[in-house]
């Protein structure tokens, strides 16, 4: 593990901080340390250090800045940190921190630098450290793309050494016993007698040395936690109803809210008349916010009844009245003069489509919902000389300056405390709800109030998923794929996303053709084109972002012309990836599902592989075509992530990934009629429930040297391994999402 | 009005048409039901009320003035788990966790009905609870080894 | 199995509360032509196999349907829902989880989308009453046999319809449900003049 220790040393600056009653390690940003978030909170004489360790007489905090929506990272970050450290999980808390600059997320701008994952050239390696600088500039403290698992694995497990070197340091200043001679377990250094020296003891000895920066990381084959299935630390809250959410945190004093937003999409609302709503019962103050309306009561239920009395006219909404407009938007964009990107053009495409028999197909995905089961809300309370937010936020950072911008405090005088949040799956990846809470705390200055959104309100006004559209021609020769032109249109999700934020996003947008221009496919002539099609309704970061509708139109390209072909379709996958990894994630499903064995009559089994956030993902469905409909039997999935850190929340991610993928492909859209989204609740935007949920069968690779995150990338795979055994059990190929549009499901 | 909620009397002061589920979560504080769609169409806000699961977004507080409400605080705590909580944490189900409050009331209340429940009958019961980051094998596995428990009780 | 024993339980609550909503004043003994009689039963039949009505008379699968203009393309009652033989859906998921019982019926079904209410506990029909997806003649027929009707005269279906809150709701769903056609009032009329008539049946 030397290499991993020398990196880890040049690219990071390591050190400790006295802390009141401890000791606190961390990093040193570079270029000019980011201003510490905990100062404040810490009070004097303290200097600026982002901390991931602190030891005082509390006891032992292990600091966590990814935040947790239901992934685990909680317990992933302080597992990290832990196998170094030699701490038990049982004995620390677990605290995602404040907002800082300081926690930026290096894995994020990796997969925002355009080179395919599996290129490791030097021209990759320094574009993405351009990336890196550019996110520290941002000051991004996002979690989003699968990125938790790479970021943390080298700078949480250097933390925990460097205190843990620290600690022996101060124990042998203290007792005269050689630092060799020491070892550590369990939260305390022992000496060769046996005597125990806790860490919290040791803590303010240690405070006062020179840390020990000079550390090696310990072997895999010697972790005690890593590799190992963990049970989560919030598991015994999460079962017993104590978990705090955000939507569930009380504040003193603390009114209640709700608002009515303008129906129709990004139109303002006008001829607000809150009378009516005033005289009812527990109802303080309507306010108008962005976007809407809002009521301030005594109760969430009062607010929102009250909210649904207030009297208005709709603005609106800038986007195209129909779907059939927002479709016309985007088929209007296979031209020439809207191509956004052509990463990958290999062969000859425009010539050997000339001529030859070509076969062609048309693909859609549409608007998703996020649909969290926690709706977002917010608790803001604006005094003369500090703000608080209470919030469940993946971009606390964000949330932190729109909130000063609104109020005009000074930045630092704003305090954004995160909780855990159920579910996001991106909705948190943007904070409307946080902008409303604070205009609402504004009208009553010095209440905390908390606004809570109708499921309605969360639905209907979700930043969705895109919509998006692909074409694909193709030529076969010889029982083989000879040429893949895959053309994909869609408005760009991060100029959409970042706009609102304030931030132009200049350049091509590879999100287009995620998750299909960097698939690990030697075809002879390949190509794949990404059109930018207009700005339409809002949209933002979907769990899988553009592979979700990309993965879905790629593989189902590619197993129409393999079919075509008369090949088999896991051969013939096989036969064009040169990528190792890749491979091994397709023979394992193979080999799991036992692929080319007989299923019996009116079943069939399609395999999908995307390749999506670096992570090659492949996975088999199995299906039953009753009478009733399609029944998903089984789903086979092989994952290639470098290490899994834990098994046992790997299982869990992948299984939620695969059910995510398939429950929204059978049934899941979001429409809008004159800008209104006609799905309003679950009841129209179902996803699967347990009956339909078939035994998924997981299967984590550690075959590259790459960590990766498993949150994303199990998703995009899903809908192309069911539309592709569809068409094996019943000869039908659906091109279109949801799939239940053309066949029903049982 | 009095309500019964985890053995204790409370006074408060509502509508008798508040759904209960609001005034758990924000006249009493008791948070461990959650709100999730308002329809009955997630179970997330599931309650016992005389020991069957209902749907607290459903019930108005008024109905319930003479019956004993059980939240998921009330069925175990972290020291004296019920027998469901414990297959839960040993599955360890929990994602994202927020529906799994309702879906652990649910399964309580449907294995109190029937405990010997085949994995047809547990997809009927479970399917009305959804959860959004796909715990489902998990919830299915927690359920077969709650049942085991409580017919070894 | 402990099923059985609680459902005696539940089975030993009352299930109907509200009567005297209506009127019965069957018109005098042969007043009513056959002809009338039948058309009588065409209006019936339009109530019976109205959604809101014929999507909980379902047979021996136990499973209510979704139908109708509220509902889109006909299918089982979303979420796996199946009333179980109790009818109650007490092997499972009881019906009243979502379809609480709630004896103030003035706090109505406004909420769209939401489970219907009533001041009984929600249950399925029995499996003999099945009428979902039947003809006029299969219905007309199931409604005069004793074996398949309760072991009711006409007199006793409409006093039953003054009796069962359920099948009330069907007139008042509320949410934006369309109601079934005509009125309780109305539907107990025909049902009263085709009695009289002699509960005719096109296929007599």
Known sequence: ????????????????????????????????????????????????????????????????????????????????????????????????????????????????????????????????????????????????????????????????????????????????????????????????????????????????????????????????????????????????GRLVYGIDHKVEGMLHAAVKLNPAQGGEMSAIDGSEAEKMRGVVKVVPVKGGVGVIADNTWRAMQAAEAVKFETGPSPFPASMDDHWSALEASFVEDAVDSRQRDEGDTAARLEGAEVFEAEYRAPYLAHAPLEPVSAIVQVQDDRVDVWTGTQIPRFVQSNVADLTGMDIEKVHVHVFMMGGSFGHRLEDEV?????????????????????????????????????????????????????????????????????????????????????QPYRIPNYRVTGYRAPQLAPISSWRSVGASSNGFFHDCALDELIHAAGADPMEERLRLMWHDASRKTLEAVAEMSNWGSDLGANRGRGVAFVMSFGVPTAEVVEVTNTPDGIKIDKVYVAAEVGRVIDPLNFDNLVKGGVVWGLGHAMNCEITYTDGVADQTNYHAFEAMRLYQCPEIEVRGLENSDKIRGIGEPPVPPAAAALANAIYAATGQRIREMPFNKHIDFV | MKLSVNGKSHDVDVENDMPLLWVLRDELGITGVKYGCGIAQCGACTVHIDGQAVRSCQIAAGEVEDAEITTIEGLGQPEALHAVQSAWIEHQVAQCGYCQSGQIMQAASFLQLNDEPTDEDIDFAMSANLCRCGTYPRIREAVKTAAKTLRGA | ????????????????????????????????????????????????????????????????????????????????????????????????????????TERGNNVPHAAPRVAADWQLPPVEFEWFGKTSVEVCNQMRDPERNGDRTYLDIASHLDHDVILHWAWEPGGGREPAPYSLQEHVNDVLAWGVAGMPCESD
């Open chain 1, 434 to 518: 946080v902008k409303q809470a604070t205009q609402l705390a504004m009208a009553v200055k010095g209440k905390p109030v908390k606004l809570t959104y109708s499921r309605e309100e969360d639905m209907m006004h979700d930043f969705t998923r895109q919509i998006a559209m692909a074409r694909m021609k193709g030529t076969v020769k010889d029982g083989k794929v000879e040429t893949l032109d895959l053309g994909i249109a869609m408005p760009s999700v991060v100029v959409s996303q970042m706009g609102r934020q304030g931030f132009p996003v200049p350049g091509p947008d590879l999100q287009i053709v995620a998750g299909a221009w960097e």
């Open chain 3, 1 to 104: 199995m402990r099923v059985l024993t609680v459902l005696a339980i539940l089975f030993a609550a009352p299930a109907f509360a509200e009567v005297g909503k209506i009127e019965i004043n069957p018109p005098a003994q042969g007043s009513v032509t056959r002809a009338e009689g039948l058309q009588a039963f065409d209006r019936i039949y339009e109530v019976a196999s109205h959604p809101r009505c014929s999507n909980c008379h379902v047979g021996a699968s136990n499973r209510p349907m979704w139908s109708g203009p509220s509902y889109g393309k006909t299918r089982p009652h979303g979420m796996l829902v199946n009333a179980g033989e109790s009818r109650i859906g007490a092997e499972h998921i009881l019906c009243s989880t979502c379809h609480v019982n709630v004896e103030a």
């Open chain 1, 1 to 240: 593990m030397g290499k991993l220790g020398t990196i880890a040393r040049r690219t990071f600056l390591i050190g400790s901080v006295a802390v009141a009653g401890g000791v606190a390690f961390g990093y040193y940003m570079y270029k000019r340390p980011a201003a510490n978030p905990l100062l404040e909170e810490l009070g004097e004489g303290e200097t600026a250090l982002t901390e991931y360790v602190r030891i005082s007489s509390d006891g032992i905090t292990l600091i966590t800045p990814r935040a947790d929506k239901g992934q685990g990272v909680y317990s992933m970050q302080a597992a990290l940190i832990a196998e170094e450290l030699d701490v038990e999980l049982e004995q620390v808390t677990v605290d995602p921190g404040p907002p800082s600059p300081a926690y930026y997320n290096t894995a994020l701008s990796e997969e925002a630098a355009p080179f395919r994952s599996t290129d490791d050239g030097f021209a990759a390696e320094s574009v993405r450290s351009v990336m890196d600088v550019l996110m520290k500039f941002l000051g991004m403290q996002i979690t989003g793309g699968s990125t938790s698992a790479p970021d943390g694995y080298q700078k949480l497990r250097i933390a925990g050494a460097v205190a843990r070197e620290t600690l022996k340091k101060a124990a042998s200043q203290k007792t005269g016993v050689a630092v060799a001679d020491l070892t550590t377990e369990g939260g305390a250094v022992l000496l060769p007698d046996g005597t125990s020296l806790s860490y919290i003891d040791l803590a303010p000895m240690a405070a006062q040395i020179e840390p020990v920066t000079e550390v090696s990381l310990r072997d895999p084959s010697t972790w005690r936690l890593i590799g190992q299935p963990m049970q989560r630390v919030d598991i015994v809250d999460k079962s017993t």
